[in-house]
């Protein structure tokens, strides 16, 4: 076993924070050789239940979960901040000549090595992730991660229309290949894969179908797609598939909506898409910076607590304008204070923390493995440094309350804040 002494934080099971101090986390292998917390919490007494662990003291510092990212696009790395009318002119003019390089292994493989240093670099321990719709994309995205011994999850992206030349696939090719990629990633070290249509207007009937088939042959597997992002989109979504209730019940009409299927943006709701994300158990990736960046809208925090559909924060690089998970705290707390357009309200800095770390991985299905540091947890986690420049240093000491303290960090922290980031498998390495 091992020990690290620094100020604590993590959350019980109702998403409030516990906070020590003078914190001690104690991690140690499980029967497959993967590093688990241990115990934690105040460091006398948890030091007295380990007399005999050696202790690593990181004095000034904050041990934190690693931040879960509940949805990015790892082939859209380099077209970050590209400007734009809006949602659709962005994919024809941008995304899509991006991804349609991802038919090359040297290129996914460069890219996906970039996205890592990335994420690790911004305290982001596990993202559910879209590649492209290049089955070599997936493969390079798997295989680094596998490397660098990381919880991941992507999927084959499906669009086989509606989509140009370089990124469309075929129907049939389309779903044996992501058959193929389930049999040889899903639940491998701690990988996943996700079923991913790119959202409905670019997938036939037919993907659609053959995509719930899937869902259904592999339930724990995840699904991962867009829904009502745009308010063009949706009246697209509407005229392609006319019988549907709304744009999201085009998904439950293919057996797209369970337990682990996580759709990003759902801005344009009403209370009877709400609670159908509840009732299936679907969640939400919400993606403030993406959504402020191209004017999609904002996301109405107060309509899915009232409701009680499960949802986390999400980066959406590249639509979204950083990977760093403080910029998309922040800007969460910028989209709930919105009143004019839906109803505002304050979300306090621990709430904020929670919804991208343990609130996103229960939201993943992965309550009590990631996202914590409670006992039993893997042990992904983050030194934070609260001086990490001289505003941080002068803030952070005049907090007289965790949230102050929390606040201070996602107003004014970046990349600089995080110190180191741990990995699980790597402690073992």
């Known amino acids: 076993m091992q020990a690290y002494r620094a100020s604590l934080l993590r959350f019980d099971a109702a998403g409030q924070p516990v906070f020590d101090e003078d914190g001690l986390l104690v991690v140690g292998l499980d029967a497959a050789g993967r590093q688990r917390v241990v115990d934690a919490g105040a460091f006398g007494s948890v030091a007295a239940r380990h007399p005999g662990v050696a202790v690593t003291h990181w004095p000034g510092r904050i041990i934190a979960p690693g931040f879960v990212d509940m949805h990015i696009h790892f082939p859209q790395t380099d077209i970050i901040g590209a400007p734009s009318e809006g949602l659709l002119p962005w994919l024809e003019n941008y995304t899509f000549p991006a991804e349609s390089r991802f038919a090359e292994p040297a290129h996914a493989a460069e890219v996906a090595e970039v996205f890592f240093d990335e994420l690790l670099r911004n305290g982001v321990t596990t993202s559910l992730t879209f590649a492209t719709s290049h089955p070599a994309s997936v493969q390079a995205f798997f295989e680094a991660a596998q490397r660098r011994c990381l919880r991941m999850i992507t999927g084959k992206v499906l669009q086989d229309r509606h989509s140009p030349d370089g ?42 179908r053959g995509a719930g088939e899937l869902a259904a042959k592999y339930p724990d597997t995840w ?20 019988g549907a209730r709304s744009y999201l019940d085009v998904y439950r009409g293919f057996g797209l909506m369970r337990e682990r299927a996580v759709y990003a943006h759902c801005i344009h709701f009403d209370d009877d898409d709400r609670r159908l994300m509840r009732e299936t158990g679907t969640a939400a990736a919400v993606s403030p910076t993406s959504n402020l960046f ?129 990995i699980s498998q790597a402690l073992a390495a």
């Open 294 to 422: 191209l004017g999609s809208g904002f996301f109405d925090f107060e309509g899915a607590d009232r409701i009680g559909c499960a949802y986390g924060l999400a980066s959406d690089v590249g639509g979204g304008t950083s990977f760093s998970p403080f910029s998309t705290m922040l800007a969460a707390y910028y989209v709930g204070r919105e009143g004019q357009t839906k109803p505002g309200l304050s979300i306090a800095p621990s709430q904020l923390w929670w919804r991208h770390t343990g609130g996103a991985a229960r939201a993943l299905g992965l309550a009590g493995t990631i996202g914590n540091l409670q006992p039993g947890c893997e042990a992904d986690f983050l030194v934070l440094d609260p001086k990490a420049t001289p505003m941080l240093a002068r803030k952070t000491a005049r907090a007289d309350s965790l949230e102050e303290l929390l606040f201070a960090l996602i107003v004014l922290g970046d990349d600089r804040l995080v110190e180191r980031t741990v």
């Open 223 to 242: 699904i991962h797609s867009h829904v009502a992002e745009n308010k063009d989109e949706v009246k697209w979504a509407r005229e392609l598939f006319p």
């Open 167 to 208: 990124v469309r696939d075929q129907t049939e090719q389309s779903l044996i290949d992501t058959e193929s990629l389930i049999r040889q990633w899903h639940n491998v070290d701690r990988l996943g894969y996700a079923i991913t249509p790119r959202f409905a207007p670019t997938s036939t009937d037919a993907q659609l």
